[in-house]
């Protein structure tokens, strides 16, 4: 069973930056494409970035310039570098797996981590 764990939040001021991670385990992690979501208080969850299985990259208007994501297939992990936070960035981020290409909706993903709290003051 698909396994995801998320870290590297925290709380910053606007204008800086956080690096979140996502270890995969329980499956082959090179059959998944992974995306990163946000969930704002009392928000639906919102697709942040995504990492696809073919080595594609997708992203959203408000992630492209600020953040970048990666994925090391010899650690199973991905990784979403968010930098110039602004306060709309604060909420949960969670880690979702799954054996599509990509979809901005996280009604097509089965597999999710926990998620990791980030919150931006400013």
């Known amino acids: 069973q698909v396994r995801l764990v998320e870290s590297g939040g925290g709380s910053v001021v606007a204008g800086g930056s956080l690096r979140l991670s996502c270890v995969f385990s329980g499956g082959t992690f090179s059959r998944y494409s992974l995306t990163w979501f946000h969930q704002a208080p009392g928000q639906d969850r919102e697709f942040v970035f995504s990492?696809?299985?073919?080595?594609?990259?997708y992203f959203s208007d408000s992630a492209e310039g600020r953040f970048a994501m990666s994925r090391d297939n010899t650690k199973n992990t991905v990784y979403l570098e968010m930098n110039a936070l602004k306060p709309e960035d604060t909420g949960v981020y969670y880690c979702?797996?799954?054996?599509?290409?990509?979809?901005?909706?996280?009604?097509?993903?089965?597999?999710w981590g926990p998620g990791t709290q980030v919150t931006v003051s400013g």
């Open positions: 990492a696809s299985h073919s080595g594609a990259k």
């Open positions: 979702a797996a799954g054996r599509i290409e990509h979809s901005r909706s996280h009604l097509y993903y089965d597999d």
